[in-house]
């Protein structure tokens, strides 16, 4: 029976990513979470929900009415004003459907993980994109922020802001280059786009299997093969990269190719950074020839000349190419991952263990706090952290 509204002060948000997991886990806000799990959970451990110990897990059943939902974990927790409820599911996409439609029905509002209404704080920001990572550094880098990391910094800063070992000006300076640095957190979050652009017969198709480890592409040594542009994910240095492998650059009578390369100029302004690639046996001006690419990408993009197939290099390269490559050896590819890695943007310097910016909210409260005087940034930092 639908209770509409009566629970219309709790929110829940789903903190796993969505999908067929193994474990999804739903959070829930609110005075009247208790008296709603009440409602909807009946566990033999647990004979009334007023008994219940916060910070211990109960195993039992989500229902309703007589109707079992799926078997749970919950746990309860109180901080100050704040009661929050965790449910650990099966993650299943369908068992999370029926139980957001359990908790409307009851009036619970529904919302994105990072609009709940409790106090967000780097560790809860931590936990939620742990689990959306997807390369060994991106892992590395944000595990360190809690309690180490930015945490460690924002701690560090109020001390000394208040006993006065930092001043106002090294304050600001700080919180420039870690806003600065938030470009980092970007590049490991979020797969960066990387296009392949050539002329035809180039090695670009080899070369995208051999970084991905898996035939993404069509390989032959007929021009046009590659007819439209492929993309496949892959770690190049630690960081997610969608590879984007294209069609050869030329002038074409064929419909179908022509198509594509009209599509592919569409693409190209989503670049995050190009590889352009000649080959070592190219007949033409390898000079005259990466001019004539460039002005067909998106202006101010960065760009890595790469000479491919360098196992067919004879005599001395173009002082245009910036790395040689052969898919065939393996020569320079470990150098070509580095290299991708710096023109993103990630200094070769870089510690995974440094202080970094990772979400918006985050960012937001530091570029705020620029603007403040020293005695109300520490309130500004103790808000980032979360207390």
């Given at each position: 029976?639908s ?5 219309s002060?709790?929110?829940a ?25 009440a ?8 004979p009334?929900?007023d008994?219940i110990?916060p ?10 009415s007589?109707?079992?939902?799926d ?8 901080d ?7 449910i650990?599911s099966?993650g299943g996409p ?7 439609i ?7 509002q529904?919302?994105?993980w990072h ?9 809860a920001?931590q ?8 390369t060994?550094?991106?892992?590395t ?7 180490a ?13 208040s006993?006065s070992?930092?001043?106002?000006d090294?304050?600001?300076k ?6 600065n ?5 970007d590049?490991?979050l979020?797969?960066s ?11 670009k ?7 991905t480890?898996r035939s ?5 040594d ?6 439209d ?11 997610p990269v969608?590879?984007?492998?294209t069609?050869?650059t030329?002038d ?12 592919l ?18 007949s033409?001006s ?13 202006p101010?993009k960065p760009f890595?000349?790469?000479l491919s ?10 002082s245009?190419?910036?790395i040689?490559?052969s898919?065939?050896t ?8 580095s290299k991708?890695k ?6 070769a310097d870089?510690?995974?263990q440094?202080?970094?910016l ?6 937001n409260?530091i ?8 005695q ?5 930092l ?6």
């Open positions: 029976m209770q509409t509204g009566k629970y002060q709790i929110t948000a789903l903190l796993t990513p969505p999908g067929f997991g193994g474990i999804a886990v739903v959070k829930l806000y609110g005075q009247a979470v208790d008296a709603l799990l409602e909807i959970f009946t566990s033999h451990s647990l009334a929900v008994t110990v910070g211990k897990y109960y195993l039992g059943e989500i229902r309703d007589e109707q079992v939902i078997q749970v974990m919950v746990v309860l927790s109180r100050n004003d704040n009661t929050a409820l965790e650990q099966h369908r068992i999370i459907q029926r139980l957001f359990l908790l409307t029905s009851y009036g619970v529904v919302i994105s609009m709940l209404e409790a106090p967000a704080s780097i560790a920001e936990e939620y994109i742990l689990a959306t990572l997807k060994e550094l991106a892992i880098t944000i595990a360190a922020q809690y309690p990391g930015l945490a460690a910094w924002c701690q560090t800063m109020i001390s000394g802001l006993n070992t930092i001043t106002h090294d304050y600001k700080q919180a420039t280059a870690l806003l640095y938030s470009i980092i957190a590049r490991l979020k797969p786009r990387v296009f392949l652009i050539g002329p035809p017969n180039a090695g198709s080899t070369l995208a299997n051999h970084l480890g993404q592409s069509l390989v032959s007929l021009p046009g093969t590659t007819r542009w492929t993309s496949e994910l892959t770690d190049m240095a630690g960081l969608e590879l984007v492998d069609a050869g030329r074409t009578s064929d419909h179908l190719e022509s198509l594509s390369l009209t599509r100029k569409d693409q190209l302004n989503d670049a995050d950074l190009y590889l352009i690639l000649i080959p070592a046996d190219f033409g390898i000079e005259n020839e990466i001019v004539n690419i460039k002005a067909h990408l998106a101010g890595i000349t790469v197939k360098s196992e067919l290099l004879k005599g001395d390269c173009s245009r190419i910036d040689l490559v898919a065939v393996g020569q320079g590819t470990a150098q070509l991952h991708v710096y023109s993103l943007g990630i200094p870089f510690s995974p440094a202080p970094i990772f979400t918006p909210r985050q960012r409260l570029t705020d706090s620029l603007t403040l005087q020293p109300h940034i520490s309130q500004i103790k808000t980032c952290l979360g207390h």
